[in-house]
């Protein structure tokens, strides 16, 4: 029961933007209707919470490792239970090897079989004007 509209989705896990494991049940609070008509007296509030059992023991959060090296992000995350799924470089103006970053993201839910894909600096080509000049001719 809450002061939203009945069938109103209060609470979702995993929150919006991150990808969601297509066996992993995502979890929902939905208001409801209160069961009883609201007595304008002064009591103990009634909270009625519904938890849905899915495989929450295989499910973990998924760490942070933008900023990192690649090789300390891959560290990480095999320590944490997560593989490191595609690998995109481009050129950037952080040192090479750096993690920009990470899909799904930092804080999203994720089981260990959804591999974490990484975005990583490269060294940026040193392609001067006069060098573009001579391969357009």
Known sequence: SSRASPGTVLHQGPRAGCIANPVIPVDLVVSRQPTEPEISS?????VSLEVSES???EVKEVPLVVNMHLDEATEVLKRE??????????????????VLSQNPKNGCFAGPELPVDLVVSKKRSRLTLRRLARLRR
């Open 42 to 46: 002064v009591r103990e509030p009634e």
């Open 55 to 57: 495989l929450k023991a």
């Open 81 to 98: 239970g997560f593989n490191v799924g595609n690998i995109l470089e481009t050129a950037s103006r952080f040192s090479p090897g750096t």
